[in-house]
């Protein structure tokens, strides 16, 4: 049998560890990037693989990545891995990129918006399979941090990669697996991303709102819009996928989401092997512009078809513009 070959579309924090994993698995895996001076093209890099045993291990495993980088796609690809933001989806870069792959070749598309299927069925021809990134990945050392040294920092507890359940999921799931991530296939993964979405988007808009302090949130009655939020596009992506599905009309206890948000809030920081407050503020400050374009996405939706979007569109006007100067964010 041939060596399988994946290119893997976009070399930042989360393509390097998924491609990490594959080359282990010994495939022959290959970035694609947009810009070979940016310092997600630079060739070795370190990375930094945190223990799971959270805050009450120092223990972390550093390894060298040297795979290969390219600026122009071409044919000869037996899949196509995109691990950009969602807002990078519908790009004319992207657009001519995918145009030189043979269009046959199976993508795995691991961006979170729930229209982005959708948007790339417009550029391939070719099957699409959803993946929900299960993994914590950064550039290192965080701010404000001296350690660990320059590169990629990770963490992969269990589900770090779910895929659908197809042909393409099932054995690009299977390549993780024998490159030693944990990682699994599920039915139905698009309601499910869906679902899990909607969950996280709002709380982080509430946390952005709170100048990306955990403990101002959890005393600020954002939370109790960002859960109420998170109910709005939980019903509005399954409304989207289904509008005859009972999701798309279920409504959720907002006092007990509250207590469970806030609980998250509290003890995640006390677990996590990292700072996670800095790591919040660096990564979803990064793909600001993706979590607009996901609030006005549901909000839209929402609209035109007669689904409440008040929670949502309240966060949205509570958000500060983007700042002019944002931490790298090259592809």
């Known amino acids: 049998m041939s060596t399988p070959r994946i290119l893997i579309i976009g070399s930042g924090a989360?393509?390097?560890?998924?491609?990490?994993?594959?080359?282990?698995?010994?495939?022959?895996?290959?970035?694609?990037?947009?810009?070979?001076?940016?310092?997600?093209s630079r060739m070795p890099r370190t990375l930094?693989?945190?223990?799971?045993?959270?805050?009450?291990s120092k223990r972390i495993r550093t390894d060298q990545q040297n795979l290969r980088v390219i600026d122009q796609a071409h044919t000869g690809w037996d899949q196509v891995w995109i691990c950009l933001p969602s807002d990078a989806i519908h790009t004319d870069w992207l657009s001519s990129?995918?145009?030189?792959?043979?269009?046959?070749?199976?993508?795995i598309l691991w961006s979170p918006d729930f229209r982005d299927?959708?948007?790339?069925?417009?550029?391939?021809?070719?099957?699409?399979?959803?993946?929900?990134?299960?993994?914590?990945?950064?550039?290192?050392?965080?701010?404000?941090?001296?350690?660990?040294?320059?590169?990629?920092?990770?963490?992969?507890p269990p589900r770090s990669a779910v895929l659908e359940n197809s042909d393409a999921g099932k054995q690009a799931a299977q390549w993780l697996r024998q490159g030693g991530l944990p990682a699994i296939n599920m039915d139905k993964l698009s309601a499910h991303e869906a679902l899990m979405t909607a969950q996280l988007q709002p709380l982080i808009a509430a946390l952005e709102c709170c100048d990306w302090s955990l403990a101002t949130l959890r005393k600020s009655a954002l939370l109790a819009t960002a859960c109420e939020?998170?109910?709005?596009?939980?019903?509005i992506g399954s409304h989207?996928?289904?509008?005859?599905?009972?999701?798309?009309?279920?409504?959720?206890?907002?006092p007990g989401k509250r207590w469970l948000f806030k609980l998250a809030i509290f003890a995640a920081p006390v677990l996590s092997p990292f700072p996670l407050q800095t790591y919040l503020h660096y990564h979803f400050a990064k793909v600001g512009e993706q979590t607009r374009q996901m609030l006005d996405g549901w909000i839209d939706y929402g609209q035109k078809n007669n689904l409440p979007t008040s929670a949502l569109a309240a966060l949205r006007q509570a958000l500060p513009p983007?700042?002019?100067?944002?931490?790298?964010?090259?592809i």
């Open 14 to 40: 989360v393509g390097a560890i998924y491609g990490a994993y594959l080359a282990q698995a010994g495939c022959h895996t290959a970035f694609l990037v947009r810009d070979r001076a940016s310092i997600n």
């Open 48 to 56: 930094h693989h945190y223990s799971m045993l959270g805050a009450l």
């Open 97 to 107: 990129q995918l145009a030189k792959v043979d269009p046959k070749t199976p993508i």
């Open 117 to 156: 299927q959708q948007r790339l069925a417009a550029m391939h021809k070719g099957p699409v399979s959803r993946a929900l990134i299960g993994l914590a990945s950064f550039q290192t050392p965080l701010p404000g941090e001296l350690s660990p040294s320059a590169g990629i920092a990770y963490l992969t």
């Open 229 to 235: 939020a998170a109910n709005e596009a939980a019903r």
């Open 240 to 254: 989207f996928l289904d509008p005859s599905s009972p999701a798309a009309h279920k409504t959720h206890s907002l």
């Open 322 to 330: 983007i700042a002019s100067v944002k931490p790298n964010t090259t």
